[in-house]
């Protein structure tokens, strides 16, 4: 660790984030088909039973149960209960009828078998007991309560959950306006990809990796392009961008070299709250408020830009948009390498998972080697303290997929 400064230690700069973030966005009906990834503004309740009723649950014929050990025959009511198109008499006792799979089951039975298990001539059906009443039926109400809540508020809606209330009877919702995200890349090195390539230049990486990434966690993209190391540009760009983004995440400029302007930027406003942090890749993160708006201002290198947008903005921008703080699930797994670990930072590797289970991790990690990141499915994360880690030591991995990549 460098001597003279302070390095705010990860966990310390998880509970700042924590506490002083609150929700931004206000509240909108939407379709519940448009639904997947937005954030519900309070508990969705069902406004009906699933089932509705009790149904079949295959092809088969109906009767009252229970039906004991042995021989039994039943006469075949002349009519037949399908999906959609239900029988509404009432099956005789002693009496069985069709029945489709998810079909009400009618008054008069309770109990269905399958159509495998029978034989018969059309006119009634013979099978061997016993069967349980109840048999091969959904009862009304199993899956979900009238009334009942079925998803928390703050809830960020997965595909699943919109056939869950689709169910229920929910076909509106009441969500959190999408968060506004603006994400900017500084430096005057920085070309748009593809284009013309020339000495001195480097694509700009950041730009199109959180911008995706953004849009993956389910918020509205606002990009602001490059901006050139031109302190009086960026600042005009923040003025803007403060205008129309809930948040500002920035790329670059965020160390304390001649040509990082955004770390000076925001110390001009006395707003940089928190700047260095005891972290591997992601030292400079640079944290502060432009004219109300919170801005990350994310180090340069691409892989510490991915790492600390994963590991610091994700749970603030989820607090922002109203979802609350979420902490990445973690494993336990073999480590696949061997590592001697300084203590004082914590560190985050790539890494992927083995067939076998186990963790390895990618050849270098200088951080701007950004293949890695395509190469890795996911972090190792290594704790503040120093640690020997062997072939067979298990370290905590942290899927991509788990922080919403
Ligand atoms: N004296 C010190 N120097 C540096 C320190 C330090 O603590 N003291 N930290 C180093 C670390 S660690 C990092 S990370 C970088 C981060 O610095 P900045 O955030 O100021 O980033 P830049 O200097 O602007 O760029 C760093 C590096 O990344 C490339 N870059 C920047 N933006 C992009 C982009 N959008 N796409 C692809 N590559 C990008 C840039 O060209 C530089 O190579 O500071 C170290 N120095
Ligand atoms: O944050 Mo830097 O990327 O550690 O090299």
Known sequence: MPQGAYWTPVADALAHLREKLHPVCGVEGIPLCQGANRI???????????????????????????IPEGAHELTLVDD????????????????????????????????IILQEDITTDGKAIAFNGPLKTG??????GEDMARGQIILPGQHK??????????????????????????????????????????????????????????????????????????????????????????VILTSGGASAGDEDHISALLQNTGSLALWRIAIKPGRPLALGIWNKTPVFGLPGNPVAAAVCALLFARPALSVLAGAGWVDPVSYKIPAAFRKNK????QEYLR???????????????????????????????????????????????????????
Not at 191 to 197: D, H, R, S, T
Request: net charge neutral; proline share 7%.
């Open 342 to 345: 300084k203590g004082g930072r």
């Open 80 to 111: 037949r209960s399908a999906a959609g198109d239900p029988y509404t008499g009432v099956v005789p006792a002693g009496h069985a009828i069709r029945i489709l799979t998810g079909a009400d089951v009618p008054q008069g039975t309770d109990t």
């Open 157 to 246: 809606l997965k595909p699943c959950d919109l056939a869950t209330l689709a169910s229920a009877g929910v076909g509106r919702l009441n969500v959190r306006k999408r968060l506004r995200v603006g994400i900017l890349s500084t430096g005057d090195e920085l070309l748009e990809p593809g284009a013309m390539a020339c000495p001195g230049k480097i694509y700009d990486a950041n730009r199109s990796m959180l911008c995706a990434a953004i849009t993956r966690w389910g918020y509205d993209v606002r990009d602001l392009g490059i901006a050139p190391d031109n302190r009086d540009t960026i600042k005009a760009t923040l003025d803007q961008a403060a205008r129309d983004c809930d």
């Open 351 to 405: 890494a992927r998972m083995t067939p076998e289970g186990s963790a390895e991790i990618f050849g270098s990690e200088g951080s701007g080697r950004v293949s890695g990141l395509s190469w890795a499915t996911g972090l190792v994360a290594l704790p503040d303290e120093a640690v020997a880690i062997d072939i067979g030591t298990p370290v905590t991995y942290i899927p991509f997929g788990e922080m919403g990549l």
């Open 40 to 66: 519900l503004a309070g508990p969705a309740i069902a406004l009906r039973a699933h089932p509705p009723a009790t149904n079949s649950a295959v092809d088969g014929y109906a009767f009252s149960g229970p």
């Open 135 to 140: 048999s091969n039926a959904r009862q009304a």
